[in-house]
């Protein structure tokens, strides 16, 4: 269980877990999410949730696992720009950490 920082001041954090950040790799969710300027936004985080919400609607969308980090982190209530941006390191630290299983042809 990981711990990101909501807030400038620290004083809200939100829980992420190995299975968010799973879920996150499988649905491809932070690919394409930030414009070129690199920066994290409000924006960025609304369109985030635009791209869960129709995912939703398809057969592959009806997953536990994306219906849990929508509701443990993507639409808590606590979630903003900068939790975003946090999440986002938080991912990448892990992805490098945790390589994709290389599937056997």
Not at 63 to 91: E, F, P, R, T, W
Request: proline share 3%; hydrophobic share 40%; with cysteine.
């Amino acid at each position: 269980m990981y711990n990101i920082q909501a807030n400038e001041s620290g004083t809200r954090s939100i829980n992420v877990s190995d299975e968010n950040l799973a879920t996150i790799r499988r649905f491809s969710l932070f690919q394409w999410l930030i414009d070129s300027n690199g920066i994290v936004t409000e924006q960025s985080l609304d369109k985030l949730r635009l791209n869960i919400r129709s995912l939703l609607t398809t057969p592959q969308g009806s997953d536990k696992q994306l219906l849990d980090l929508c509701i443990d982190v993507i639409y808590h209530s606590d979630m903003k720009a900068l939790g975003l941006k946090n999440l986002m390191a938080l991912y990448e630290q892990w992805n490098a950490a945790n390589p994709e299983p290389e599937t056997a042809e």
